[in-house]
């Protein structure tokens, strides 16, 4: 009885853990500088997936270039699966910033996303 006991409790403990390795957690991050042109800016993006905090994995790393007052996005994937980052250059605040959004799809859902609000860098 001990033996199955022990047996069952590894079992669960077994599932537990494979269940905890498939959380999503990605973290992303965004950053606004001038570009070369006057009124244009330039917006990086960095997706991790941070599934395992002690080495997160770059899954996606995007720029886009706007035009301040415009908003601009890039899909990378298909409609099934994607990471789609959007972005709006703005000064409304009396210095350029971009609010950013950034999400996930898989299998159709949607299954993380993030907003932003960068100032620019220098």
Known sequence: MKQVV????????????GCASSK???RSKATLTPAPEAGQF???F??????????????SSPRLRLLKGKKG?????????SIVC????DDASGQP???????????????WSDTQTVAVSK
């Open 24 to 26: 999503v957690a990605y």
């Open 6 to 17: 022990s047996v069952i409790a590894v079992v669960v403990l077994g599932i537990l853990t």
């Open 86 to 89: 959007t972005a709006l250059v």
């Open 42 to 44: 330039d917006v990086a």
């Open 73 to 81: 996005n890039m899909s990378v994937g298909d409609d099934n699966s």
């Open 46 to 59: 960095v997706i991790e997936d941070i599934a395992d905090p002690a080495n997160p994995t770059v899954v």
């Open 97 to 111: 910033e971009a609010r950013t959004i950034v999400s996930i799809k898989k299998n159709g859902k949607e299954i």
